[in-house]
């Protein structure tokens, strides 16, 4: 898991998931086609955070999928192709975008916590995909890249959450947003992996409550009326 990943409140629409790798079969039309590419999918995503990356087979995808093993090759060229797709999957949810408008307040340290909370959950909910994504990401520079990639997506839009800040004159001018949403980013990443992966002992709302804290502190965020 890269460090570099973190969340917080959003300011701007979730960028698109990554493109497949190069060689990538088109996607189905059919509906029946579709299915098949849905629970090929979910299998993998099963057996991925089961066996971790270097030990899943793409039988035991289709195995538990519940299709023959030559559907495979219908949908996808290789295992490193489907899980590019269950990563692209897993960092669309952990983007969370439009938490401040599902939220309705208009209190900056209400999206920042709100944002933050729905961050760990997700990470909490695929600890054992993201320990996958480490594991291969340290033998495989296109999973490297693909790590890298995303995260610069919540590095990208915490940025733009400070300089949203900073215009409304609510965040010091002084600060350079990309670095300081590269510092807080990387705190909340780095402690919900050695939480939820390394097995670090602290209640979640412990976590949060200090997560918060430091980004509220850091920010120089006033106190709400």
């Known amino acids: 898991m890269t460090a570099r990943e973190g969340g917080t409140a959003d300011t701007v629409t979730a960028p698109a998931a990554p493109a497949r790798p190069a060689g990538g079969r088109p996607a189905p039309k059919s ?46 060229d290789s295992k490193e192709e489907i899980f590019s797709e269950v990563v692209a999957q897993v960092r669309d ?5 439009h938490v401040r408008a599902r939220g309705g307040s208009t209190d900056p340290r209400d999206w920042i916590a709100a944002a933050n909370r729905e961050y760990l ?4 909910r695929n600890a054992r995909l993201m320990a996958a994504l480490e594991q291969v990401s340290r033998v495989d520079q296109q999973f490297a890249a693909l790590r890298a ?17 900073q215009q409304r004159g609510l965040v010091p001018p002084r600060l350079d947003a990309r670095v300081t949403a590269l510092a807080l980013s ?10 939820f992966v390394e097995g670090e002992k602290i209640d979640a ?6 997560l918060n804290w430091i980004w509220f502190n850091a920010l120089q965020l006033p106190e709400p009326p």
């Open 186 to 195: 990387s705190m909340v990443s780095r402690m919900a992996s050695l939480v």
């Open 205 to 210: 709302e412990t976590l949060l409550d200090t």
């Open 121 to 124: 959950r997700a990470y909490r």
């Open 93 to 97: 949810e952990m983007l969370h975008p």
């Open 149 to 165: 990639e995303r995260a610069s997506a919540f590095i990208d839009r915490n940025a733009a959450l400070i300089r949203d800040l």
């Open 31 to 76: 509906r029946r086609g579709i299915r098949t590419r849905a629970a090929l999918v979910a299998a993998a995503r099963q057996v991925f955070e089961s066996d971790g990356f270097v030990d899943a087979r793409i039988s035991d995808i289709t195995r538990t999928a519940g299709v023959a093993s030559g559907s495979f090759y219908t949908h996808f």
